[in-house]
């Protein structure tokens, strides 16, 4: 009597292990699905947070070039406005060569002619100071300034010992600039260094 328990838990525990062993194999599936699919889904997750910085750095990339683009439209327009006047301007400059002229070659001596060349004289200040309201400055050196190739155009060159080498000697037609761009340079003779009379 002892030994039908015993005989009995001993059955029981065998019947037991194969039900073990198929629930281990069954949980072992279960497990091996479960990562798996963990392993798709992080794949997916990384795949998708991919193409996340991706799309955000093309959206910033993006962004960049309307900025850049939209700072070279104004830029464009600045300078459209800026120099619309120039080729304008530089049709204008002979007029006002033309008044300097007259002013020069004028006989101040005959009072006749004075309200005549008072009448030059304040239509050149006029044109002037219009010019001027557009940007468009004078570029008159003074005698013994340096000679600038920005500004300056040498026409000759002639020896001179009172004044240093490529200081300027006498201006011989004014130049104009627009906005600070040269419109037209100012065409001047300049010392030559060693007293050598040159023509540029």
Known sequence: MSNEPQDTQAEEQVEAAPETQEQQAETAEVVDERDQKIAELSAKLAASEAKVTEQQDSVVRAKAEVENIRRRAAQDVEKAHKFALEKFAGELLPIVDNLQRALEAADKSNEALVPMI???ELTQKSFDNTLGKFGIEVVAPAQGDALNPDLHQAM???????VAPNAII???QKGYT?????LRPAMVIVSAAGGVDTKA
């Open 118 to 120: 008072e009448g030059i």
């Open 156 to 162: 000759s060159m002639l020896p001179n010992p009172d």
């Open 170 to 172: 006498d201006c011989l």
């Open 178 to 182: 627009i906005n600070g761009r040269l």
